[in-house]
Every structure is written in structure tokens, then in C-alpha cells.
């Protein structure tokens, strides 16, 4: 009875409520279509799973999503950290029309960003002829699909990082100047270890969008097999030649690669909160 008393007040329903309507939501939304997915993969069997995926096509295509994801990614990281920086430590003219620019990818359809881009940067868009005299090409090319990747993952990396900077004191950054660290020292030994776990977070976040990524990508990438084709517009070449199977068997393989990389980006980030001492 004293324990119930002594118990936090909470304005949602109890433990076994709340977490019945978690487990329930989070069932399906993720673990069943998963639980589908793998399924469908332990009725194919391991044998044919690995011959539909071990084809040249669908190894250029994987290579080419990941790889592309994980450049705009890390351009994303870098980028991310700057734009974030900038809106919270400095004040400008035109500072809030930014900081809601930021958030534009979120509310645009990815297929209109990617016909945006197309527009601008084909060898007849403003951008494009403009990059023509450099031997430049964005459109129709890996470069193409990295640019619309950055798009759609800079506001993940931003949102993240952004609050974690406005908590950061500046007295911090103040006390170290006056100890004699220079302002690169203070970067790497004061800022850069306290917002590492926000850093991996937005990065894992924008790397998981960037993978899966088809509406902004299928009208900017040329979609040239070997070349240009992205792992999600193969499966859908599958569904459309009514190939389940092997839509099925390049989608676990994506599921696989993808569970993999957060993982590894999961321990990196618990290892960085123990080494500041928030773990």
C-alpha cells in the first residue's frame, strides 16, 4: 500500500495498458510485415535465396544503395552538425526561414523532390548547363542519387543534433579558451565527445531513410542496371514481373545488410555514452 502511495503520479493509463498498446502498434507496424518477409524467405529456402540474390544485377544494386547512403550519410553528419550549429549559436537575418527550410524534405513528397532535382540538374536544367563547361553530369548518375539522398537525410541529422547543442553551455567552451586550448582542441575534446551520441543517432536515422529510399531517386538515377539501379526499384521490377520470390529474397537481403550496420552503429554509440559517462 505504501508503495502504491509513494508511486509517481502519470498521466497515462497503467503499465499493463500502455505497454499492451506499444506491443500491439509495434507489432503492426514492424514485426509482422518482418515476421512476413522472413517467412516468405523460410518457405523459398536458403539454397534459392542465395542464387535470386547472388546475380550481378542485384549485387550492383545493393552496392550501389548502401554505398550511396552511407556517402550521404556522412556528408549529412558533417553538413548537419554546421547547419545546426549555425542556428543555435548565431543570430541572423533570415535565421527562422532556414531553420523551417530545414524541415522541408519532411513535408514534400519525396517524388516531387526527385523530380525537382531531375529538372534542375538534366543536362537542359539551369544547374545542369551550368556544370556542363566543368564536364560536371549530376542527372542520370551515382552523383545524382547521393544529392537526392542528402535531400532527404539532412533534416534527421539537424533535428538531432540541434537540441543537444542548445543544452551544450557555452561557459564550457569559455573555461577551456581560458585554460590556453585552442579552438580545435576544444572541438575535439570538449564538443565533439558530448554531442558524438546525438551525432551517431542522426546519422543512423539518415542512413536507415537514405537505404530504402525510391520516390526521389527513381527520376534523378537514370536507372541504368549495373549502373544506376537501386536496390528498391529492383524489387519493384520483380513485383511488376509477378517474381515474389525474388523481391522477397533482395528485400531480406536489404533487411540483413541494413539490421547489421545499425547494429554496429548501435555499439559505437554505447560505447561513446560510457566513455563520457552517461552510460
Known amino acids: 500500500m505504501k508503495a502504491a502511495l509513494l508511486r509517481a503520479p502519470s498521466p497515462l493509463p497503467g503499465f499493463g495498458l500502455s505497454f499492451g498498446i506499444a506491443l500491439a ?17 523460410l518457405m523459398i529456402g536458403p539454397a534459392e535465396l542465395w542464387g535470386m540474390v547472388n546475380t550481378h544485377r542485384v549485387w ?18 558533417v553538413f548537419g552538425l554546421v547547419l545546426a550549429w549555425v542556428l543555435v549559436r548565431y543570430r541572423f537575418w533570415g535565421r527562422r526561414l532556414i531553420d523551417a527550410a530545414v524541415d522541408l524534405p519532411f513535408a514534400l513528397p519525396t517524388a516531387v523532390a526527385g523530380i525537382a532535382l531531375t529538372a534542375l540538374y538534366t543536362p537542359n536544367g539551369p544547374f545542369g548547363q551550368a556544370l ?12 545524382g542519387i547521393w544529392l537526392a539522398l542528402v535531400f532527404i537525410g539532412l533534416p534527421f541529422v539537424v533535428r538531432t543534433v540541434q537540441p543537444v547543442i542548445e ?9 577551456s579558451a581560458t585554460l590556453g586550448a585552442r579552438r580545435s582542441h576544444t572541438l575535439r575534446r570538449v564538443i565533439l565527445p558530448t554531442l558524438t551520441p546525438a551525432l551517431l543517432t542522426g546519422f543512423a536515422l539518415a542512413l536507415a531513410r537514405s537505404v530504402g529510399e525510391y520516390g526521389s531517386v527513381i527520376f534523378i538515377a537514370g536507372n541504368i542496371p549495373g549502373l544506376t539501379e537501386i536496390a528498391p526499384l529492383l524489387i519493384v521490377i520483380r513485383l511488376e514481373e509477378y517474381n515474389y520470390d525474388a523481391a522477397a529474397a533482395i528485400g531480406i537481403a536489404m533487411l540483413l545488410i541494413s539490421f547489421a550496420m545499425l547494429l554496429a552503429i548501435n555499439a559505437i554509440q554505447i560505447w561513446s555514452r560510457r566513455r563520457i559517462g552517461l552510460v
Not at 509482422?32 to 524467405?41: C, E, F, S, V, Y
Open 132 to 143: 556542363a563547361p566543368f564536364g560536371l553530369r549530376i542527372a542520370y548518375t551515382e552523383t
Open 25 to 41: 502498434m509495434l507489432s503492426i507496424v514492424v514485426l509482422l510485415p518482418i515476421g512476413a518477409l522472413l517467412g516468405r524467405g
Open 167 to 175: 543544452e551544450l553551455d557555452p561557459d564550457i567552451e569559455e573555461a
Open 60 to 77: 550492383s544494386a545493393l552496392a550501389l544503395s548502401f554505398r550511396a547512403a552511407v556517402i550521404a550519410s556522412l556528408f549529412n553528419l
